[in-house]
């Protein structure tokens, strides 16, 4: 069989519906933190030209231009809403958090803002409380507080000169929180595909604004960088999504902990950056809160569905 063989692309197919669902959504969820490790890496190289709220552009502009394959046919007929007003607060809230973000990799340590951006899931159970009125126990609570100390633990106020890409980080995962609460109670009536195409739409042009006030004709280099980081981030998003579609969450949600390992080898390889003892350390206790606060959710809402049987 030679590589090109159609026949071997069947085959492939075949080994993948064989695998189990927990397997599917593990596999994906590894695919998931590479192409996020990529993507990081190739926005700071990429900011070596361009401007990150530039970059950000970009990155909404393409990543729209690989999602029309998906809104061809009947993806298009689900992209209706009634909530118009809620997917536009969601687009200027994400779009605030990409700015951050994208402002912070181009300053600080790669494997810093990927550690420090573990503590948004510890946001969104918080802002779940206020906002949503959910109900958390002490143990959660006390999980919780474990992040937040995990975040110091990083931060070393007192200690060291906190940097202001580690507050861009902080700033960057709260308004992602927030994002994730609004989509959330969009999640009640929206498809899926509605949510991840206005995402898009709105992205992108409330992303124009900013770009134009710094913009520069990215050279033949820059676009090369650009296009892919446009294709790395939709990647990652869409494996994401497929991964947590496959199966729970709380069975792939530790493997999200690889980006940690990523973003530090491919810091090390082409920027030379080691990151210090307190970050991992730090970074370990915040992960190991979030996703002990998902385990807790999970056997919630286990519960919940017993109680309605």
């Known amino acids: ?3 090109f063989d159609p026949g071997g692309f069947a085959g492939l197919g075949a080994l993948w519906r064989s695998q189990s669902p927990v397997m599917r959504g593990v596999l994906m969820m590894c695919i998931s933190t590479v192409a996020f490790a990529v993507m990081h890496l190739s926005v700071r190289i990429a900011s070596s030209e361009l401007h990150p709220f530039q970059i950000a552009f970009f990155r909404n502009l393409f990543g729209l231009a690989f999602l029309l394959p ?29 700015l951050l973000f994208f402002s912070a ?23 779940s409380v206020v906002i949503l009125r959910e109900q958390f126990h002490l143990r959660r609570w006390a999980a919780i507080g474990l992040g937040f100390a995990g975040m110091l633990i990083i931060l070393r106020p007192g200690f060291v000169i906190i940097e202001t890409g580690a507050l861009l980080v902080i700033a960057s995962a709260l308004l992602w929180s927030v994002a994730l609460i609004i989509v959330k109670t969009l999640s009640r009536t929206e498809s899926s595909v509605a949510i991840v195409a206005w995402m898009g739409i709105f992205l992108s042009l409330l992303s124009i604004g900013p770009a134009l006030w710094v913009w520069r004709d990215p050279s033949l280099w820059a676009w090369g960088w650009l296009v892919f980081i446009g294709l790395s981030g939709s990647a990652a998003q869409v494996s994401l999504s497929q991964s947590l579609k496959e199966t729970d969450p709380t069975a792939v949600m530790p493997f999200d902990f690889l980006k940690l390992v990523w973003a530090t080898l491919l810091a090390f390889w082409y920027f030379g950056e080691i990151p210090d003892e307190m ?10 809160s979030g996703l002990y606060v998902a385990h807790r959710e999970r056997v919630a809402a286990k519960a919940d569905k017993s109680i309605g049987k």
């Open 1 to 3: 069989m030679t590589p």
């Open 105 to 127: 990799l181009t300053t600080t340590p790669l494997a810093k803002v990927t550690a420090l951006g573990f503590t948004a899931p510890i946001f969104t159970s918080v802002l």
């Open 279 to 288: 970050t991992l350390i730090g970074a370990a206790v915040i992960f190991g």
């Open 70 to 98: 998906l809104l061809i046919g009947p993806g298009f007929a689900q992209m209706r809403t009634k909530r118009p007003g809620l997917h536009a607060l969601r687009g200027t809230v994400n779009i605030l958090a990409m």
